[in-house]
């Protein structure tokens, strides 16, 4: 019987309040308790900042100029580019080789830069790397200014190889070119 009064005892204990969870628990007591709720006003500066906010920005639309080409294509003949690189080295002062001006080296110091500059600006032909790395002498530059791109239509480059070699590769290998439209681009197709 006592048993089951320790058991009744300790049933009630957990069902009734006690003084510290009627007062909100531990953090109530630590904290002052439940805060009572204020209707919240909106303030006097929010009506201020919405009267004093710029007009909104306006665009005009203007057109644009087309774009000019840095470097326009231009094609000069072997003589005018002669003539033209022979102008910038006398602007320069560089000591052009008695006989044979194309032998005149561009390699020393800073005149290959200052000259292929000018080629630029003068000539409104585009320099490139490769361009700046093999020119060493004003024959290079003539050669490399006259020297036609390749064709972009000149066929396939693997294509190409497997002509000139395809005696000497293996009889199980076999360039099938690439065509965009070639396969089914659905099943039902």
Do not use: C
């Amino acid at each position: 019987m006592r048993a089951m009064n320790r058991v009744a005892a300790s049933a009630r204990a957990l069902h009734q309040q006690t003084p510290v969870s009627a007062a909100g628990g531990l953090f109530g007591k630590l904290f002052g308790g439940k805060k009572a709720d204020e209707p919240a006003a909106p303030s006097a500066a929010v009506g201020d900042m919405i009267s004093n906010q710029p007009e909104p920005v306006r665009f005009e639309r203007t057109e644009k100029e087309p774009l000019r080409l840095r470097f326009p294509k231009r094609q000069y003949t072997t003589q005018q580019l002669e003539d033209r690189i022979q102008r910038i080295l006398a602007k320069n002062d560089v000591a052009v080789v008695e006989g044979d001006w194309k032998a005149t080296s561009l390699a020393v110091g800073d005149v290959k830069l200052k000259v292929l500059a000018d080629v630029m600006k003068l000539a409104k032909l585009k320099v490139t790397n490769r361009m700046l790395n093999n020119v060493q002498t004003a024959g290079d530059l003539v050669n490399e200014l006259t020297q036609k791109p390749a064709a972009k239509d000149a066929g396939h480059v693997v294509a190409q190889f497997y002509k000139e070699h395809g005696e000497e590769l293996p009889a199980n290998m076999k360039f099938e070119p690439f065509t965009k439209h070639g396969r089914k681009l659905h099943a039902y197709q």
